[in-house]
């Protein structure tokens, strides 16, 4: 009878829900089709049941076909390396004609290891066959189920209702649960942190030039020298520093997003915890492992990320089917951007990606509190800071001479300190570095206004040896031979930083003066 289907087929999805813990992927009640999954010693099963009456084989055929259609349309949303597929069919009779090689596992295409596997339960040996689908489920089968043909219809189609109820029911629970998952807390700290970075760009630029470095040092960006002289608090104001209205705009486009998805899962209070714990974390990382002169907010909002993917950890699932691929796309983005482009601050970015997962390890989700994983991640997180710190601080002695002291050589240079602009120059040459060329150059403008000309002479011929294109020490060169009276050298220079620089009009006056 058809009730008597019905209900064996709704019976065993409530077991398989309510018993077994199946999560629930789609019921559909009038063609009595339900989807379950549940991950199961590392293997992701889905159950796919169907209460139908097939009289041939090849309407069987049909369905698999239409079961294998559904997967690879939604196979991304299925988690796992191996993903068993379970095709449940209750139905009263067998198909008329042979059927049995269907029942055999069948590999799905595609990257991941898939089976699909048939499970035929008509009413003969239905229990025995339903202890061969539990057995390759790794589950414990109920008590057989009791003989229905004593049983009063109304009694029967009353309690196919009440086991619809409470399948839907479940649904519908574990549906509020992950809402919730994803609406904890209100979005408060990062309006905040919108505002205050804002306001930080817009002083620092009233006040001079955010894309200035001399006024990123003088404003708290991270600045190795001085962190090393003591000045620890620029690992956090470099946190609200920004290099330029395109870097300002493009972190606090990710800070707006990525701010209101963390801060709405974990709360107010854990979210500014993971944010400024992962925001020292990459500042530290990048003091340990890049000398340049460096700010932003990256290193925090990287710390987001990180705190997504903890929350991947704890709901892999339910991260796969809305976020995971395209945050780890977006995460996988960034290393290639970072490894091939030089000015991006991959210590920072790295380093508040690891920041971000320990903080969150160390708060946890709310609601969830596991002590000893908490005080593990605590300890981690100060060994691998202090680690960090001391590794900079060992580098200092190592460190090259970096594009900052060319710039802050120039701006002495602007402001007429040739004599600490000598000073600072000198002692930046001390170090290894690529910019010697330009370090030896300003030394030489400086030497030169300080009437020390055989001094910015001698810096001159080593910047034109290793740079041997820069026109603008050709032309001071030849400036330097034409008062020493040496007009044949000065030519040849002047000749020199004409042809580099034809559009130069005092490189081609000069010329032009030798000559006549």
């Known amino acids: 009878m058809f009730i008597e289907e019905e209900f064996y087929f709704w019976k065993l999805t409530h077991d398989l829900v309510v018993n077994q813990g199946f999560d629930i992927l789609h019921v559909n009640e009038m063609t009595s089709e339900v989807w379950l999954e549940k991950q199961i010693n590392r293997k992701n099963h889905i159950v796919r049941l169907y209460r139908s009456q097939f009289d041939w084989s090849n309407h069987i055929k049909k369905d698999i076909a239409r079961i294998n259609q559904h997967i690879q349309k939604n196979k991304h949303m299925f988690v796992g390396k191996e993903i068993n597929v379970h095709a449940v069919y209750v139905s009263e009779y067998s198909p008329v004609d042979e059927w049995d090689g269907l029942v055999r596992p069948l590999k799905v295409k595609g990257k991941k290891d898939m089976y699909l596997t048939v499970h035929y339960l008509d009413r003969s040996e239905r229990e025995l066959k339903r202890g061969k689908l539990y057995e390759a489920l790794q589950l414990s089968p109920l008590p057989q189920q009791p003989d229905l043909i004593n049983i009063d219809i109304h009694e029967l189609e ?4 009440h086991l619809k109820q409470e399948i839907l029911f479940q649904r519908d629970k574990s549906r509020k649960e992950q809402e919730k998952l994803f609406d904890y807390g209100k979005p408060f700290m990062t309006r905040v942190l919108l505002v205050i970075n804002i306001a930080v760009f817009l002083y620092i630029e009233m006040n001079g030039q955010s894309t200035s470095v001399m006024n990123l040092i003088e404003f708290g960006a991270k600045y190795n020298p001085a962190i090393i002289e003591g000045e620890w608090w620029r690992i956090v104001t470099s946190m609200f520093i920004h290099i330029g209205v395109l870097h300002l705009f493009m972190n606090m486009l990710a800070l707006y997003y990525l701010g209101m998805a963390v801060e709405k899962i974990f709360g107010t209070i854990r979210f500014t915890f993971i944010y400024f714990l992962a925001g020292i974390f990459g500042g530290v990382t990048s003091f340990a492992l890049n000398p340049q002169v460096a700010a932003g907010a990256s290193g925090a909002i990287f710390g987001l990320f990180g705190a997504l993917l903890f929350f991947g950890v704890k709901h892999k699932r339910i991260f796969f089917r809305t ?100 000073t600072y120059t000198t002692q930046a040459l001390e170090k290894d570095g690529d910019y010697t060329s330009y370090l030896l150059f300003n ?39 034409r008062n020493k009276g040496d007009n044949e050298k000065a030519i040849v220079h002047a000749k020199k930083a004409k042809d580099l620089r034809p559009s130069n009009e005092d490189f081609e006056d000069l010329y032009n003066q030798l000559n006549e």
Not at 346 to 355: C, I, R, S
Not at 395 to 400: L, S, T, V
Not at 446 to 451: D, G, I, K, S, W
């Open 323 to 422: 976020m995971g691929r395209n945050l780890l796309f977006i995460i996988g983005l960034n290393v290639v951007l970072g490894l091939s482009v030089p000015q991006i601050d991959n210590g920072a970015h790295m380093g508040g990606l690891a920041g971000g997962f320990i903080a969150s390890a160390i708060v946890n989700l709310p609601k969830n509190r596991q002590p000893l994983w908490q005080i593990i991640a605590v300890a981690g997180y100060a060994a691998a800071l202090i680690t960090l710190g001391l590794y900079g601080f060992l580098q200092a002695d190592n460190q090259q001479h970096t594009a900052v002291d060319v710039e802050m050589s120039n701006s002495m240079l602007e402001e007429n300190r040739f004599n600490e602009s000598i």
């Open 443 to 481: 030394r030489a403008v400086a030497y030169y206004e300080t009437a020390e000309i055989d001094k910015a002479q001698a810096d001159l011929e080593q910047v034109v040896e290793l740079e041997p294109d820069m026109a603008e020490a050709h032309y001071n060169l030849a400036l330097i031979y």
């Open 158 to 161: 009353a309690e196919v209702e």
